[in-house]
């Protein structure tokens, strides 16, 4: 039986509405008009070009003029050709050609537009700059439809590639139309104020939708209020986008705790961004650029009632024109549209209706400001000449970055071998001036924040005491030594504008065209600053932050690991629990994984035969009903301890559920009605009444005595029925108990076997779009077969195995595949069972067979991140029906949703339900042990585990004495500790060198002994971690993963493991997170999340050499890390030349209780964000143990 969910349901169907556009266009207006053809020849300009026969105006699409088209100067590094439309249009597609009679074409190119012809903006696509595909031959036309028609009076192509055969030749064409302007311009004084023909309006739909250019990053567009309390309010705040909503509340207006929906970023950028608003009673669209943003807007009421008028520009102070209360937009606004009325052209008209306060003109006013773009923060750099004759310096800029460090610029102040130099640069997002070589006590510090903010620079300095040397460098170039650029993290990147040496302006056109600097990987008259973190791509709320080509998730308290927080750190049900030997006891699960549904806590009861999830609710007690009537019935609605949707998965992802109702009664009635009208009943999950009891079938009305033939009065159906006093003290009382789901282990176990290459089973099209994260088994005989596939119009998704040997995992953006390959050293068609787990976020793509290391593939920054699929998912097979899979899957799991191919198999031609063999249970092989299929029976393979025996349940354990320790060197690719593929990540929050990395640790331990080193783990240029008991028997774990940082501590647990008891430790680092797993003897249970629990330690620590000098006394059992097992070696393979024992050690019996009596699980997850802290240069425990230098290709891990 489960609870009341009307109400729930209620609020589901109101959070997912949905508002769609008012506006139905039966018949789009046509706009493919050519634009280029007509131009005169002073339209088009160049970067430069190879002769003059080649000039610019000869690049018209078919043209044969002149040498045949464009071509650029080959030493262009930056070439480009642009148009002047003569007008503001709309461009809908663009054309290329090669030159004519030649072997010169662009195979791909970006494209920019602007208004004025000075400050440019890159085409976008899916947010990110977009790169078109040009040509391939001389002759054929290649055209864009663009997927957003962009308006621009010029437009540059910028070639990135040309012809392999030739070079860069160009003809093209582009198309659209005239459209309606009407622009207002606002210079931060003005408004425009729209009166209402009646003192007020009421309106229960509203569409606003305007197109706005700022100059500032702060200001009012729209902004509207009534008596009553309603208001609406438009503004820019930081360059973002601010809607006020509130219909009619009084209290929260006057508390300041409006509806505020925050969209977009950086838009005081000069460049146009379009706006529209759309309301529905309390529901809302609010769309900034593309990005919508759905919300439901408070108050008591379904219509917003505005007085007097509807100001745009300002908020002018009633009585007092020219004064405003909030600070006014300053810039331009095209086609404001309130409801239907054209606000500018009524202005234009000059309308009553349209009041204007200051100074609004119908023309927009264009900036003067050009910036120019640091590409790399490696290489980019701007020389510019000095003046040797100054006696002053005075240096004004403008700046926008994302990156926390980088050199803005260095001047020498001599041209003497010992310079000194003045520096400006960022770090830990703060500003610092300083003398290089010279006195320290001339340097200033000034904070900033760098989130979408133009910060403005002022230096002034005295230069009567130096000769200024050779240059003013901007950025960093690498060949000079002297400004440190050895660091990557020390060259500027980001944008820069508005730069004046001694009040003037510098030229950056000049610069460009005439050659007057040296510059390299800068990017003229545009600034690509970008935010990333708009959307949030990060899931299951996780932070976003970002540098300035990458953006990076911070998964700290949500419960969730991985690129994009997708993966979730829980277990999905009470079974894995109970195949790790846990007791019952409350557990922390994510029923649904990956899935959107957050983690939640339930009881787990382990029976000998299966394991049930418990939910309990806030009514177990027995409740007694008095004076319940048909017309006034006694309702009761349950809470339970889960969220309704976790019950509703929860159910369906169980054999069955039950519950327990018990009921006493006297003289009260259930169903024996003279119109059959039951008495009592209740609802289930759908809300659909229910009228059975105690087994029966639904529709029965009957109770459990009626089943059992016990009733006591065999006329009745029901004791309650038959009238009998069969209590005194109460007219009805009842308790329901707690619900109990037993886990559906044939979930895992869910399987299908596939006979014929042509046939698959079909399921719902992935959703796919920005993640999605496969598992399944396999086992098969074939040489090669297709597991699963989707596909869209040009993007696709493809797992298969390719070979005996080899797994690709393919999927296509809609720019050419990516192909992720394991190689397996053993074949994959050996008829036993295979693990294969491959994930796609847009961040990176992995896929990882069996315990092989995962292979990565990162995603570009530039490149597209949607993946766009809309046919159905096929699986076992692909839509062609050729490369079939034959054999068998199971446990197939999508996002969190585990498909059920059991029952599809059921009515698929050449597919049977189920797989044949004897490994058809976990409960087969424990520990992570394979199982092996075979004739006639299974045996289960050990060899990648810490346990023995013939179900990997026997656990290998040692004492250590004093002195005793085990050296094991690893053979395998160590993806721990260090990776060679690590990434790039931005300084001041991330490590460059462990983004990648991971490793997973696992061992028990007792002992009475502190301090103790339980295990390190080093490679050979002294990365490592450790794990130790401190001398008050807390744990720590110890990472030193960067050589130039000082090593990390983490304390998972601060009371005391040295207390002779059996305790459990699980690590595993992946990247930038921790997340350690300890299992204690004690009679309680609790569960919780710490983070950043972290302090620095030093060199010196005597502690940390007490540790080291004695080593560990006590038990060690199944120790692992990642696939190796030194413990296990050591006992059964002593002579391997992998381990070296020192000391004395033998076998111990400890780990036989390290299953059944460990209830308690401290579970801790940490971050090594925000970390900053000097080196250190060696281990800290190489003081204390004489430890063996492994060989180069190998590294060591020590217990």
Same mark, same amino acid.
């Given at each position: 039986?489960?609870?009341?969910?009307?109400?729930?349901?209620?609020?589901?169907?109101?959070?997912?509405?949905?508002? %769609?556009?008012?506006?139905?266009?039966?018949?789009?207006?046509?706009?493919?008009?050519?634009?280029?053809?007509?131009?005169?020849?002073?339209?088009?300009?160049?970067?430069?070009?190879?002769?003059?026969?080649?000039?610019?105006?000869?690049?018209?699409?078919?043209?044969?003029?002149?040498?045949?088209?464009?071509?650029?100067?080959?030493?262009?590094?930056?070439?480009?050709?642009?148009?002047?439309?003569?007008?503001?249009?709309?461009?809908?597609?663009?054309?290329?050609?090669?030159?004519?009679?030649?072997?010169?074409?662009?195979?791909?190119?970006?494209?920019?537009?602007?208004?004025?012809?000075?400050?440019?903006?890159?085409?976008?696509?899916?947010?990110?700059?977009?790169?078109?595909?040009?040509?391939?031959?001389?002759?054929?036309?290649?055209?864009?439809?663009?997927?957003?028609?962009?308006?621009?009076?010029?437009?540059?192509?910028?070639?990135?590639?040309?012809?392999?055969?030739?070079?860069?030749?160009?003809?093209?064409?582009?198309?659209?139309?005239?459209?309606?302007?009407?622009?207002?311009?606002?210079?931060?004084?003005?408004?425009?104020?729209?009166?209402?023909?009646?003192?007020?309006?009421?309106?229960?739909?509203?569409?606003?939708?305007?197109?706005?250019? #700022?100059?500032?990053?702060?200001?009012?567009?729209?902004?509207?209020?009534?008596?009553?309390?309603?208001?609406?309010?438009?503004?820019?705040?930081?360059?973002?986008?601010?809607?006020?909503?509130?219909?009619?509340?009084?209290?929260?207006?006057?508390?300041?705790?409006?509806?505020?929906?925050?969209?977009?970023?950086?838009?005081?950028?000069?460049?146009?961004?379009?706006?529209?608003?759309?309301?529905?009673?309390?529901?809302?669209?609010?769309?900034?650029?593309?990005?919508?943003?759905?919300?439901?807007?408070?108050?008591?009421?379904?219509?917003?009632?505005?007085?007097?008028?509807?100001?745009?520009?300002?908020?002018?102070?009633?009585?007092?024109?020219?004064?405003?209360?909030?600070?006014?937009?300053?810039?331009?606004?095209?086609?404001?549209?309130?409801?239907?009325?054209?606000?500018?052209?009524?202005?234009?008209?000059?309308?009553?209706?349209?009041?204007?306060?200051?100074?609004?003109?119908?023309?927009?006013?264009?900036?003067?400001?050009?910036?120019?773009? *640091?590409?790399?923060?490696?290489?980019?750099?701007?020389?510019?000449?000095?003046?040797?004759?100054?006696?002053?310096?005075?240096?004004?800029?403008?700046?926008?970055?994302?990156?926390?460090?980088?050199?803005?610029?260095? &001047?020498?102040?001599?041209?003497?071998?010992?310079?000194?130099?003045?520096?400006?640069?960022?770090?830990?997002?703060?500003?610092?001036?300083?003398?290089?070589?010279?006195?320290?006590?001339?340097?200033?510090?000034?904070?900033?924040?760098?989130?979408?903010?133009?910060?403005?620079?002022?230096?002034?300095?005295?230069?009567?005491?130096?000769?200024?040397?050779?240059?003013? &460098?901007?950025?960093?170039?690498?060949?000079?030594?002297?400004?440190?650029?050895?660091?990557?993290?020390?060259?500027?990147?980001?944008?820069?504008?508005?730069?004046?040496?001694?009040?003037?302006?510098?030229?950056?056109?000049?610069?460009?065209?005439?050659?007057?600097?040296?510059?390299?990987?800068?990017?003229?008259?545009?600034?690509?600053?970008?935010?990333?973190?708009?959307?949030?791509?990060?899931?299951?709320?996780?932070?976003?932050?970002?540098?300035?080509?990458?953006?990076?998730?911070?998964?700290?308290?949500?419960?969730?690991?991985?690129?994009?927080? %997708?993966?979730?750190?829980?277990?999905?049900?009470?079974?894995?629990?109970?195949?790790?030997?846990?007791?019952?006891?409350?557990?922390?699960?994510?029923?649904?994984?990956?899935?959107?549904?957050?983690?939640?806590?339930?009881?787990?009861?382990?029976?000998?035969?299966?394991?049930?999830?418990?939910?309990?609710?806030?009514?177990?007690?027995?409740?007694?009903?008095?004076?319940?009537?048909?017309?006034?019935?006694?309702?009761?609605?349950?809470?339970?301890?889960?969220?309704?949707?976790?019950?509703?998965?929860?159910?369906?992802?169980?054999?069955?559920?039950?519950?327990?109702?018990?009921?006493?009664?006297?003289?009260?009635?259930?169903?024996?009605?003279?119109?059959?009208?039951?008495?009592?009943?209740?609802?289930?999950?759908?809300?659909?009444?229910?009228?059975?009891?105690?087994?029966?079938?639904?529709?029965?009305?009957?109770?459990?005595?009626?089943?059992?033939?016990?009733?006591?009065?065999?006329?009745?159906?029901?004791?309650?029925?038959?009238?009998?006093?069969?209590?005194?003290?109460?007219?009805?009382?009842?308790? +329901?108990?707690?619900?109990?789901?037993?886990?559906?282990?044939?979930?895992?176990?869910?399987?299908?076997?596939?006979?014929?290459?042509?046939?698959?089973?079909?399921?719902?099209?992935?959703?796919?779009?920005?993640?999605?994260?496969?598992?399944?088994?396999?086992?098969?005989?074939?040489?090669?077969? +297709?597991?699963?596939?989707?596909?869209?119009?040009?993007?696709?998704?493809?797992?298969?195995?390719?070979?005996?040997?080899?797994?690709?995992?393919?999927?296509?953006?809609?720019?050419?595949? &990516?192909?992720?390959?394991?190689?397996?050293?053993?074949?994959?068609?050996?008829?036993?069972?295979?693990?294969?787990?491959?994930?796609?976020?847009?961040?990176?793509?992995?896929?990882? +067979?069996?315990?092989?290391?995962?292979?990565?593939?990162?995603?570009?920054?530039?490149?597209?991140?949607?993946?766009?699929?809309?046919?159905?998912? !096929?699986?076992?097979?692909?839509?062609?029906?050729?490369?079939?899979?034959?054999?068998?899957?199971?446990?197939?799991? &999508?996002?969190?949703?585990?498909?059920?191919?059991?029952?599809?198999?059921?009515?698929?031609?050449?597919?049977?339900?189920?797989?044949?063999?004897?490994?058809?249970?976990?409960?087969?092989? %424990?520990?992570?042990?394979?199982?092996?299929?075979?004739?006639?029976?299974?045996?289960?393979?050990?060899?990648?585990?810490?346990?023995?025996?013939?179900?990997?349940?026997?656990?290998?354990?040692?004492?250590?004495?004093?002195?005793?320790?085990?050296?094991?060197?690893?053979?395998?690719?160590?993806?721990?500790?260090?990776?060679?593929?690590?990434?790039?990540?931005?300084?001041?929050?991330?490590?460059?060198?462990?983004?990648?990395?991971?490793?997973?640790?696992?061992?028990?331990?007792?002992?009475?002994?502190?301090?103790?080193?339980?295990?390190?783990?080093?490679?050979?240029?002294?990365?490592?971690?450790?794990?130790?008991?401190?001398?008050?028997?807390?744990?720590?774990?110890?990472?030193?993963?960067?050589?130039?940082?000082?090593?990390?501590?983490?304390?998972?647990?601060?009371?005391?493991?040295?207390?002779?008891?059996? %305790?459990?430790?699980?690590?595993?680092?992946?990247?930038?997170?921790?997340?350690?797993?300890?299992?204690?003897?004690?009679?309680?249970?609790?569960?919780?999340?710490?983070?950043?629990?972290?302090?620095?330690?030093?060199?010196?620590?005597?502690?940390?050499?007490?540790?080291?000098?004695?080593?560990?006394?006590?038990?060690?059992?199944?120790?692992? !890390?990642?696939?190796?097992?030194?413990?296990?070696?050591?006992?059964?393979? #002593?002579?391997?030349?992998? +381990?070296?024992?020192?000391?004395?050690?033998?076998?111990?019996?400890?780990?036989?209780?390290?299953?059944?009596?460990?209830?308690?699980?401290?579970?801790?997850? *940490? #971050?090594?964000?925000?970390?900053?802290?000097?080196?250190?240069?060696?281990?800290?425990?190489?003081?204390?143990?004489?430890?063996?230098?492994?060989?180069?290709?190998?590294?060591?891990?020590?217990?």
């Amino acid at each position: 039986m489960q609870a009341d969910e009307r109400q729930a349901t209620c609020d589901s169907l109101a959070d997912d509405f949905t508002l %769609h556009p008012f506006s139905l266009y039966l018949y789009p207006d046509y706009c493919e008009d050519p634009l280029v053809t007509t131009l005169p020849p002073a339209s088009f300009q160049n970067s430069s070009k190879l002769s003059d026969r080649r000039s610019p105006h000869y690049a018209k699409l078919n043209r044969r003029e002149g040498g045949g088209g464009w071509s650029p100067n080959g030493e262009d590094q930056q070439p480009w050709l642009q148009l002047d439309l003569q007008d503001r249009l709309k461009v809908t597609s663009i054309a290329t050609q090669g030159r004519w009679g030649s072997s010169d074409w662009v195979a791909r190119y970006q494209l920019q537009y602007s208004d004025s012809g000075r400050t440019w903006r890159p085409y976008r696509q899916e947010d990110v700059i977009w790169t078109f595909t040009g040509n391939s031959d001389t002759d054929t036309v290649v055209q864009h439809k663009l997927p957003h028609s962009i308006r621009t009076q010029y437009m540059r192509l910028l070639p990135l590639e040309g012809s392999p055969k030739g070079g860069m030749g160009l003809r093209l064409e582009a198309y659209g139309c005239t459209y309606k302007s009407d622009v207002a311009d606002f210079d931060g004084r003005s408004a425009l104020l729209y009166r209402f023909n009646q003192k007020s309006t009421s309106t229960v739909k509203d569409v606003i939708s305007l197109r706005f250019r #700022s100059h500032q990053a702060e200001g009012v567009l729209v902004h509207g209020e009534g008596q009553r309390g309603d208001f609406l309010t438009l503004e820019l705040q930081k360059g973002r986008l601010i809607l006020h909503l509130n219909l009619g509340e009084r209290k929260r207006r006057s508390a300041g705790r409006s509806s505020s929906v925050m969209l977009g970023s950086l838009l005081d950028d000069h460049h146009w961004h379009s706006v529209q608003i759309e309301r529905f009673n309390k529901h809302v669209n609010f769309t900034v650029d593309g990005h919508t943003q759905h919300f439901r807007s408070p108050g008591q009421e379904d219509t917003l009632e505005i007085d007097y008028e509807l100001s745009f520009g300002g908020i002018p102070l009633p009585g007092k024109p020219g004064t405003f209360l909030h600070e006014n937009f300053h810039g331009c606004i095209e086609n404001l549209n309130y409801n239907g009325v054209s606000v500018i052209d009524m202005a234009k008209r000059r309308k009553p209706q349209i009041y204007t306060v200051g100074n609004v003109t119908f023309s927009c006013s264009e900036s003067s400001s050009v910036a120019v773009t *640091f590409l790399s923060s490696t290489g980019s750099f701007l020389m510019l000449p000095a003046d040797h004759s100054m006696e002053s310096l005075s240096v004004r800029l403008q700046f926008r970055t994302w990156n926390q460090e980088g050199l803005l610029f260095s &001047i020498p102040l001599s041209r003497d071998p010992d310079t000194i130099n003045l520096l400006l640069q960022l770090s830990q997002a703060r500003l610092l001036l300083l003398l290089s070589g010279g006195p320290q006590n001339s340097a200033q510090n000034r904070g900033f924040s760098l989130c979408n903010l133009v910060l403005v620079v002022d230096v002034v300095f005295d230069l009567k005491d130096s000769k200024l040397g050779f240059s003013i &460098i901007l950025g960093c170039p690498l060949f000079q030594s002297d400004f440190n650029c050895e660091n990557p993290n020390k060259g500027y990147q980001g944008c820069l504008r508005l730069l004046f040496i001694n009040s003037h302006p510098v030229n950056f056109l000049q610069i460009q065209q005439e050659s007057l600097s040296n510059f390299s990987q800068i990017s003229f008259d545009v600034c690509n600053i970008q935010d990333r973190c708009l959307p949030n791509l990060c899931e299951h709320g996780g932070q976003c932050v970002q540098s300035w080509d990458q953006f990076y998730c911070d998964c700290s308290e949500t419960g969730y690991t991985g690129a994009t927080c %997708h993966n979730s750190i829980y277990e999905r049900s009470c079974e894995a629990f109970r195949k790790t030997g846990s007791q019952s006891s409350a557990f922390t699960i994510d029923l649904d994984g990956s899935g959107p549904l957050e983690h939640t806590q339930v009881d787990c009861t382990m029976a000998e035969d299966k394991v049930w999830t418990v939910v309990g609710h806030d009514h177990m007690r027995p409740i007694d009903i008095r004076g319940s009537t048909p017309r006034s019935p006694f309702v009761l609605i349950f809470n339970y301890t889960i969220s309704p949707y976790h019950l509703r998965l929860l159910v369906t992802s169980s054999e069955h559920c039950q519950q327990e109702v018990r009921y006493r009664c006297r003289k009260s009635r259930l169903f024996d009605t003279w119109d059959g009208t039951p008495l009592s009943w209740w609802l289930d999950r759908d809300g659909v009444k229910r009228t059975y009891w105690g087994g029966f079938l639904p529709g029965v009305q009957q109770c459990s005595c009626s089943l059992d033939g016990n009733c006591r009065d065999m006329n009745y159906f029901c004791n309650c029925d038959a009238d009998q006093d069969t209590c005194a003290q109460f007219v009805f009382q009842h308790a +329901v108990c707690f619900l109990a789901c037993p886990s559906a282990a044939g979930f895992f176990w869910n399987s299908a076997s596939f006979y014929q290459e042509s046939t698959y089973l079909h399921f719902p099209t992935l959703q796919a779009e920005l993640s999605v994260d496969i598992s399944l088994f396999f086992k098969t005989s074939a040489l090669s077969g +297709v597991f699963l596939e989707n596909l869209g119009v040009r993007d696709f998704i493809r797992l298969e195995l390719s070979s005996p040997y080899t797994v690709n995992f393919t999927f296509d953006l809609g720019d050419g595949p &990516i192909i992720l390959t394991v190689h397996s050293p053993v074949a994959l068609n050996d008829r036993q069972w295979h693990y294969i787990r491959a994930e796609r976020n847009v961040k990176e793509a992995s896929l990882q +067979v069996d315990s092989l290391p995962p292979k990565l593939n990162e995603a570009p920054s530039e490149r597209p991140y949607r993946l766009q699929l809309s046919s159905q998912l !096929f699986v076992g097979g692909t839509a062609s029906r050729q490369r079939g899979f034959l054999g068998c899957l199971r446990s197939l799991t &999508i996002n969190g949703v585990t498909l059920d191919l059991y029952e599809r198999a059921k009515t698929t031609p050449g597919v049977n339900s189920g797989c044949p063999g004897h490994c058809t249970s976990d409960s087969v092989c %424990h520990n992570g042990g394979r199982c092996v299929e075979e004739r006639s029976s299974y045996t289960c393979d050990c060899t990648q585990t810490a346990f023995d025996g013939p179900h990997c349940r026997t656990a290998l354990a040692a004492s250590f004495e004093s002195g005793s320790s085990v050296l094991y060197t690893l053979q395998e690719p160590f993806s721990g500790i260090l990776n060679e593929e690590a990434r790039r990540s931005p300084a001041g929050f991330h490590d460059a060198e462990v983004t990648k990395s991971q490793e997973k640790v696992s061992f028990g331990f007792l002992t009475h002994h502190v301090p103790a080193l339980i295990l390190t783990a080093q490679t050979v240029d002294q990365h490592y971690m450790a794990v130790m008991l401190t001398s008050n028997g807390s744990l720590q774990i110890r990472y030193l993963l960067n050589k130039e940082k000082q090593t990390e501590t983490f304390s998972p647990v601060s009371s005391s493991l040295a207390d002779g008891r059996f %305790h459990w430790v699980k690590i595993n680092r992946k990247g930038q997170e921790l997340l350690v797993q300890v299992r204690m003897r004690t009679d309680d249970f609790y569960s919780y999340l710490i983070t950043y629990l972290m302090k620095s330690i030093d060199i010196t620590d005597k502690e940390l050499v007490q540790a080291g000098l004695r080593g560990f006394i006590g038990c060690l059992s199944s120790v692992q !890390f990642n696939q190796a097992t030194p413990l296990k070696a050591a006992l059964q393979n #002593s002579q391997s030349p992998l +381990v070296t024992v020192i000391g004395r050690l033998e076998a111990s019996s400890c780990g036989t209780v390290s299953m059944n009596q460990c209830n308690l699980f401290i579970f801790s997850m *940490f #971050s090594f964000l925000h970390m900053h802290r000097p080196s250190m240069e060696h281990p800290p425990y190489r003081a204390a143990l004489d430890l063996h230098k492994p060989n180069h290709d190998s590294k060591e891990y020590y217990i």
